[in-house]
């Protein structure tokens, strides 16, 4: 069912557009996965995620695994259907979520042991049950069990977790059942380039059918950020998907894209959405301010978004202003429309081999930090 | 520009079938106008209203006069506009919140002085300045400034209050300076009948395109309110539409058009949709319920809303535990198309002279207050 194709391959940069097969439909790569932490994109629906131009989902293993259940979603028919999203989902495995709770959860070789955040009942999970249960949820693709460690982790600590994360990967390939669902593997080790590659090279060797970078963004420099993923990647094959895990802001994926990475993830745009902050081509803005009262103008000119085709800035103020449900609704479907634009527009680039003129002003991360606010050709 | 017609009346009750013409659209009676207090009909989109079959909107003026603001929405090119809703809108005129907040307000003869809501800021309203603010957001259907007593209020009390909300609609109308909108006058008068026969008496030798009935469902037996509704309906005149404000429940609709009137709001549907409370057929269920945990059905078996034809039981429980918004979302879509569809059974049983059989179980107060749940046949 599981397939990955690299269509195109830019001619400046290490940028590709792919194609990924999966049992719940196609997905053209680069692409940006909206996140389905607890089964729902917040404040959207199924519908308006098509109509948005999104082609998969990301949802949460830990999350539905605490609530409402794994047992829950498999009698219902698995995850697509318990959501009435009919088109391809990846589940984080949790491996993040349990270790960013650390003074909630324990390690051992054979696996973890943690505390709900919802309730505190006591919980183990270990490389074969989280395949299972991302099995019994029927997504098209697993993540494995990782322990992914704080940015500021020392050597020995980011060298140990990424050596058990390696061990974990081969017991969770191990443990696999289904032939229907593709299970990913996560780099690990810290900001440590060394134990990036040795990772990177073990994992390989186990031979995945795609690859995740993991453990970044987690508290370390921006710039620390990019030199670990252009380290890394460039020890994953060019034949497979890779997967940069929660990045980022537009201009990261940007950049991200032109290093290789196909699959993306972040709460970014749906977060930032319920705070009123709202992506444009020439920046972000906040439409709480009062400076945006009266403005007549849509989010965006020229944008074709349902929220920009229907209500004003000073509408989306007042809705905001007044804590109705309706802000959340309409922000978030512009930020996800931005990102998906992006990402087209990012496709079309690489599909008429113009990506490099396109990126050429986010390579350089010192420039753009420097310029927050750009303006965006697409 | 407004213009009603009764196109049918039914030959065993004194419900009717009517057409609404108005400057935004046409609206065929008995019609329900879900709430759009602060200009957004809580968790919906204009889009969706408009796919459960909504014709017309209430609004509130008090609310709107207070956040965002009148001129604001006025220079946004009127309340259509600024929320995106192209078809009839009604405005309340604020007096029942003025008066809800009693301890916040001092009434003359004059008009009322209240202090906001939202910031304690002092505020003068007048039967005059009332027509000029919802002349100015430029709604279909604007409603005089009355006062609104406590269910439990004296006869003195009432007595005075209905006078004065007769002697400011008379005021009101003096007032109005626009062609394109309908200003209604509102019954007071309390508990007592004699005082609502003299109030409905009075504005109705004012002339008024329209006659609401208010001052109802404010703390008093649903039994006196259905015998005060059944006495003062009979001194409004059959060829103007009859609007009973703040009702109701789904029988309480059923009973209430039966006695003739054709209009009707309530936060019903959408304020118990956010509580995870749900209109079916066969009554009402808690959708947060345990029960509901792995209940594939939908929340109603032939139910043609979104919500029912994509998501089951356990899936709307799942993200109302979770305190999702698309729980809100989900529910509140389903709840205004039972509504609808109940107002549409209606208009399809006066249409085809068989609304006395379609409503007979629901005529007797006393029986339908002993079998709370029924099964409807729509």
Known sequence: MFRFTVTQKD?????????????????????????????????????????VGVEMLLANAYHLYLRPGVDLIEQAGGLQRFMGWDGPILTDSGGYQVFSLKDLCRVSEEGVRFRSHLDGSSHFLTPETVVRNQERLGVDIAMVL???????????????????????????????????????AIVQGGVFP??????????VALEFPGYAVGGLSVGEDAQVTYQL?????????????????GVGTPEQLVRYVALGFDLFD???????????????????????????ATDPRPVEDGCACYTCQHFSRAYLRHVAVAGEILSARLNTLHNLYFYQ?????????????RFAAFARPFLAPHEAQRKEERVWQM
Chains 1, 2 share one sequence.
């Open 229 to 245: 993923a252009a380290h890394t990647v460039q020890f994953l094959p060019h034949s497979h998907p890779r997967y940069l895990m």
């Open 266 to 292: 972040c709460v970014l745009p749906t977060r930032n959405a319920r705070n009123g902050t709202l992506f444009t081509r020439a920046g972000k803005l906040n439409i709480r301010r009062a400076a945006y």
């Open 146 to 184: 990782d322990e992914c460690v704080p940015g500021l982790a020392s050597y020995a600590e980011a060298a140990r977790a990424a050596a058990l994360t390696s061990r974990w990967a081969a017991r969770a390939l191990a443990a696999k059942t289904r032939e229907d669902q593709a299970l990913f």
């Open 11 to 51: 001619s400046c940069t290490q940028a590709r557009l792919g194609h990924l097969t999966t049992t719940h439909g196609a997905v053209t790569t680069p692409a940006f996965m909206p996140v389905a932490t607890q089964g729902t994109v917040k404040a959207t629906t199924p519908r308006e995620l098509r109509e």
């Open 341 to 353: 634009q992006l990402m087209r527009a990012m496709r079309e680039a690489l599909a008429a081999d």
């Open 194 to 203: 060394d134990l990036r590659e040795q990772s990177a090279r073990d994992l």
